[in-house]
């Protein structure tokens, strides 16, 4: 098939939908920002935003949190603030799996005499020591640095009573400091110009009893105190968060909750201190700056209207759980997806390949074949386009494309291996076809952005803020970093200030869940091996874990597996439990015993996404519940399959 009639048989579906909320656009954390911004203006003057992303399933409670308590929904630091800092807290994260670039400044923070408390169910060998690779001494001699000061293991979904605890601490603290005419705790100087809620939220501190705390945080009163006192020594203080923290129902309150912490202490918008939630897509950050957004705020719309003159749609358009319910229920007819793999990494595996399958239409837009290219709607097509190490020239030139990382920071890079086949197509010009084919000239001549990819960023720069002079801040080495108004201390909330949230600790995570009478044996969390990048698996090994050459594993404490009737080594199968009724199994895994705390259990993603409820998702978030799921053990049916010889 032509690019041509790829591109007619897409706008041939789309417009013959009843409506443009008939169409699901997703978009994986690897679009560029050239390519993200033609997507969302294509797709809006479509008429609909639908824009199911793939920050909906990690950092998508970051950004809510954040936003409502700071006014912005990125983070406050950058790189060098981690060398400035009296203490690092790294809650709900392994770099040494999933951010190896956070390794040398926890190690170097740890040989300064900077305090590095991390907070984590499992034992990780990142969180502990690491191995410069470009220390040959190291390397020869097998050598290696700690990484930490403190390692705390909370329950799962524990984060917020820690914090709550931690906060606790201080209000003592502090209220002795007083009556003692010692000095403040609190730094009362920031707190009286900058926040508004403190009565409220300390109330609520006060209310929390430390029985609650510490049955729901996993840790004991010795241990928060610990925390705290190590945090209250400590005059900046950066706090770093990833999956372990936004993967849970009320990760937000959780991530609010750090806020606060923060808040306290005055550990916001000034140099080594702030609020880091570590995002891992190379431009998942940059996607949502660009206005990949079920939900975009009013400015990013008038700002549309504005430059092209076309009626933007305002209605909410749909994340990826409402996306995949839209599909099952055949309310969504085409799914269009810029890169990722939508069947992997999604919840409810088994419904959600159904509901691909509703579709009239998908397109994938990929540079190599994942499992999500299997499971196709009722016609289907690849859209195979350049990598970003690949030559993109257009117009006789070569093209670059920019990326935004975790810390705000924008560069361009250019491609510079020979293409795989002349047939293959830029992302923006894949995208622009797409549009053209379905829009024609409108509401822009989408043949002369791609001749020149400068001419994309002059529109972004017209209508993104902190893009003013885009092409000419590109020259700068590095890059550019974008403003960030919290980070300044300027407060892009509805009353100019940062916001104490007063959220009581959920009461029983596991009540509202189950069906009647029924008992988890174990609270499950996917994550990820060493050898994997997201969906992406390169290799069957988890050295830092201890398994190699396979996946289907389940680690668990040695005590439940006792408990539950079960040895090392033997194959279970799993099944989580939720009041729907519908029945939801992997099979087939093998027990490892763990140093994992009792009642808990981890296995890899995808293997066990299809665990994970369509519904269970976060407050306010959508995020899937991935880091809490009851679950039964049943011990595994014998394999009757004829083994195949490989010989």
């Keep these: 098939m032509s690019w041509d009639d790829a591109f007619a048989l897409i706008a041939q579906h789309l417009n013959q939908l009843a409506s443009p909320d008939q169409a699901e656009f997703y978009t994986s954390g690897r679009t560029s920002n050239e390519a993200a911004y033609l997507y969302q203006l294509f797709v809006r003057a479509f008429g609909t935003n639908n824009f199911p992303d793939c920050s909906n399933m990690c950092h998508e409670a970051s950004g809510h949190a954040m936003k409502q308590s700071v006014g912005v929904g990125k983070g406050t630091v950058v790189f060098d603030d981690f060398a400035k800092a009296d203490a690092i807290f790294v809650l709900g994260q392994n770099p040494g799996t999933n951010h190896p670039r956070m390794l040398e400044p926890l190690r170097e923070a740890v040989e300064r005499g900077a305090q590095v408390v991390c907070f984590n169910p499992l034992k990780e060998r990142g969180l502990e020591r690491f191995q410069h690779p470009q220390h040959p001494l190291e390397m020869l001699t097998n050598g290696d640095a700690p990484t930490n000061t403190a390692y705390f293991r909370p329950a799962l979904g524990g984060d917020m009573a820690v914090m709550r605890g931690i906060a606790k601490c201080l209000l003592e603290w502090e209220?002795?400091?007083?009556?003692?005419?010692?000095?403040?705790?609190?730094?009362?100087?920031?707190?009286?110009?900058?926040?508004?809620?403190?009565?409220?939220?300390?109330?609520?501190?006060?209310?929390?009893?430390?029985?609650?705390?510490?049955?729901?945080?996993?840790?004991?009163?010795?241990?928060?105190?610990?925390?705290?006192?190590?945090?209250?020594?400590?005059?900046?203080?950066?706090?770093?968060?990833?999956?372990?923290?936004?993967?849970?129902?009320?990760?937000?309150?959780?991530i609010q909750e750090i806020i606060n912490v923060q808040l306290l202490r005055g550990n916001v918008g000034k140099p080594g201190a702030g609020l880091s939630p570590v995002r891992g897509h190379s431009n998942v950050q940059g996607d949502r700056t660009m206005g990949i957004d079920?939900?975009?705020?009013?400015?990013?719309?008038?700002?549309?209207?504005?430059?092209?003159?076309?009626?933007?749609?305002?209605?909410?358009?749909?994340?990826?759980?409402?996306?995949?319910?839209?599909?099952?229920?055949?309310?969504?007819?085409?799914?269009?997806?810029?890169?990722?793999?939508?069947?992997?990494?999604?919840?409810?595996?088994?419904?959600?390949?159904?509901?691909?399958?509703?579709?009239?239409?998908?397109?994938?837009?990929?540079?190599?074949?994942?499992?999500?290219?299997?499971?196709?709607?009722?016609?289907?097509?690849?859209?195979?386009?350049?990598?970003?190490?690949?030559?993109?020239?257009?117009?006789?030139?070569?093209?670059?494309?920019?990326?935004?990382?975790?810390?705000?920071?924008?560069?361009?890079?250019?491609?510079?291996?020979?293409?795989?086949?002349?047939?293959?197509?830029?992302?923006?010009?894949?995208?622009?076809?797409?549009?053209?084919?379905?829009?024609?000239?409108?509401?822009?001549?989408?043949?002369?952005?791609?001749?020149?990819?400068?001419?994309?960023?002059e529109l972004i720069a017209d209508t993104i803020p902190g893009f003013t002079g885009f092409n000419e801040k590109l020259s700068q080495p590095g890059g550019f970093h974008l403003p960030n108004p919290a980070a300044e201390r300027t407060w892009r909330t509805a009353d100019q200030k940062a916001g104490f949230a007063a959220n009581p600790l959920p009461g029983q995570l596991l009540t509202a869940q189950l069906p009647a009478g029924e008992t988890p044996d174990l609270i499950l969390q996917t994550l990820r091996s060493h050898d994997q990048y997201n969906t992406t698996v390169y290799g069957l090994d988890d050295r830092y874990r201890g398994v190699f050459g396979q996946r289907y594993v389940v680690f668990?404490?040695?005590?439940?597996?006792?408990?539950?009737?079960?040895?090392?080594?033997?194959?279970?199968?799993?099944?989580?439990?939720?009041?729907?009724?519908?029945?939801?199994?992997?099979?087939?895994?093998?027990?490892?015993?763990?140093?994992?705390?009792?009642?808990?259990?981890?296995?890899?993603?995808p293997e066990a996404n299809g665990l994970v409820p369509l519904e269970s998702y976060g407050d306010e978030s959508f995020t899937p519940t991935s880091k809490y799921i009851a679950i039964k053990l049943i011990k595994a049916q014998p394999d009757n399959r004829i083994p195949v010889s490989h010989n």
């Design 175 to 254: 209220r002795e400091a007083q009556a003692n005419n010692r000095p403040a705790i609190f730094d009362h100087d920031f707190i009286a110009r900058h926040t508004n809620g403190l009565d409220d939220y300390l109330a609520l501190v006060d209310a929390t009893s430390w029985q609650d705390i510490v049955e729901q945080s996993g840790l004991s009163k010795d241990d928060i105190y610990l925390a705290a006192s190590m945090y209250c020594r400590a005059d900046r203080v950066i706090m770093c968060w990833a999956m372990g923290i936004t993967q849970h129902k009320h990760s937000v309150a959780i």
């Design 294 to 457: 079920e939900k975009p705020p009013k400015w990013l719309l008038d700002a549309l209207e504005e430059r092209f003159k076309f009626s933007v749609p305002r209605e909410p358009g749909h994340n990826v759980v409402q996306a995949i319910q839209a599909m099952e229920k055949g309310r969504a007819k085409v799914f269009i997806g810029m890169g990722g793999n939508f069947a992997q990494a999604t919840p409810d595996t088994p419904r959600t390949h159904a509901a691909l399958k509703q579709c009239d239409l998908t397109v994938h837009v990929s540079t190599k074949l994942n499992r999500s290219h299997l499971i196709t709607g009722k016609s289907a097509l690849i859209l195979p386009c350049l990598g970003r190490t690949e030559a993109d020239i257009q117009g006789g030139q070569p093209q670059g494309v920019t990326v935004e990382d975790t810390f705000s920071m924008v560069h361009i890079s250019y491609g510079q291996l020979p293409p795989g086949s002349a047939l293959l197509r830029s992302e923006p010009a894949i995208v622009a076809g797409m549009a053209k084919a379905v829009l024609g000239n409108y509401p822009v001549d989408w043949d002369a952005l791609i001749n020149d990819y400068s001419r994309i960023r």
């Design 556 to 605: 668990v404490n040695p005590e439940d597996i006792n408990r539950l009737g079960f040895s090392e080594g033997d194959k279970v199968d799993m099944v989580s439990l939720w009041h729907d009724g519908r029945e939801r199994c992997v099979e087939g895994f093998t027990l490892v015993a763990y140093d994992i705390p009792q009642g808990q259990a981890a296995a890899y993603f």
